[in-house]
């Protein structure tokens, strides 16, 4: 039976200045679960951070409430606050000067005393913490000299130091290249089941939240928040409608975006089916051919155990490579159909 561990009721959520009440987002209830990563999805502006904020107790909601570990978060003081939600934000820190290995003791500051002090015990828990994440060989290094990847992790574990059994993260893989994005999400992934902890980001990377989230929350202007596995979000239809725009297209049945590109003509194809075939789909797609067996051509493309033939004008010609059958399409008048 899963867990909830942070339960939304009818939570408003925005700024107020003075008199003034500007809603963000309105009237959302939902729930994250112990052990599950969820991801946040949305456009620029939606809301994304201003729920995460207010999720993390950093400002009042308008309206609503926020439950964590079964108490409301109005109830909660900054201490114990402190051991129950652990944020990690995107910013650069503030701080410099420091090794990785006091900034991810930081994260033991809301169980050490007034003057900061790390016991034995702290010290093993950070030690265990920069090993989880993978850091372990940066510890004396500065956090100033490390890359926005290095420098990310050592933030996730200060997070893991601080021994909360709730994580949210804004923006985890901003800035980062693939292979540190693919790495920190499956690592979040892994902590979700190893700790059991209940773990919410927000994220622009579709695909990747796509393929390693347990349960996405859609957050949109228009429809306010949409929440469920990958899987049924693709099925019923809300992912497609979620990214309704010119030019994307949603393939409910590998659960990817794809980008789609208006064609102006058909050319009919036959032969292999497989992989290769595929090939030839994509790249004609690219170039803003719809290829099929399904239609007519006056030219035709045939895929080959080793290689394609493109018949064109009476002729046949062989080729190797996909590239070098494009080169023979372009080089052909195209015929109207
Ligand atoms: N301090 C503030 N006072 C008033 N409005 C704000 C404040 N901070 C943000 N906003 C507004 O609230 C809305 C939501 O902003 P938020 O930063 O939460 O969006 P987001 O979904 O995180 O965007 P992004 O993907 O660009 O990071 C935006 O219209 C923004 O201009």
């Known amino acids: 039976m899963k867990q909830a561990t942070v339960i939304l009721r009818n939570l408003s959520i925005g700024y107020r200045s003075g008199h003034d009440v500007r809603t963000v987002i309105a ?7 112990a052990g599950e990563v969820t991801c946040l999805l949305g456009v620029n502006g939606v809301g994304k951070s201003t729920l995460l ?3 993390s107790g950093f400002q009042p909601s308008i309206a609503g409430s926020v439950e964590i570990s079964g108490k409301d978060i109005k109830d909660y003081g900054s201490h114990e606050l402190a051991q129950t939600i652990g944020v990690v934000l995107t910013d650069k820190p503030d701080v410099s000067n420091m090794t990785v290995e006091e900034i991810v003791g930081m994260g033991r500051s809301p169980y050490t005393g007034f003057w900061g002090r790390l016991s034995d015990d702290d ?24 890359s926005d990847g290095e420098r990310q992790k050592v933030m996730i574990a200060k997070a893991l130091a601080q021994q909360t059994p709730v994580i949210f993260l804004d923006e985890p893989t901003a800035f980062l290249d693939f292979p540190s994005k693919v790495e920190v999400m499956q690592l979040l992934h892994r902590i979700s089941r ?14 990747l939240a796509l393929q ?5 929350w859609l957050l949109d202007r228009d429809n306010g928040l949409s ?4 899987e049924d979000l693709s099925l019923n239809g809300q992912m497609s409608s979620f990214f309704a725009h010119k030019g994307i297209a949603f393939d409910a049945e590998n659960g990817l975006f794809r980008i789609d590109n208006a064609t102006q003509r058909d050319i009919h194809m036959d032969g292999k089916h497989g992989v290769s075939y595929l090939m030839v789909r994509k790249a004609l797609a690219r170039n803003g051919i719809h290829g099929s067996r399904h239609v007519e051509s006056k030219d035709s493309i045939e895929v080959m155990d080793e290689g394609y033939r493109y018949h064109y004008d009476g002729t046949d010609r062989q080729v190797k490579t996909i590239g070098e059958l494009l080169e023979l399409i372009e080089g052909a008048t195209p015929y109207s159909c």
């Open 27 to 33: 009237d959302i209830s939902a729930r994250l679960f």
């Open 53 to 55: 904020r207010t999720l």
């Open 123 to 146: 010290h093993r828990i950070v030690d265990e913490a920069m090993d989880m994440v993978g850091v372990s060989v940066l510890a004396p290094r500065m956090i100033q000299t490390l």
């Open 194 to 207: 190893e700790a059991g902890k209940t773990i919410f980001l927000s994220t622009h990377d579709v695909d």
């Open 212 to 216: 390693t989230a347990d349960e996405l």
């Open 227 to 230: 929440v469920g596995t990958p």
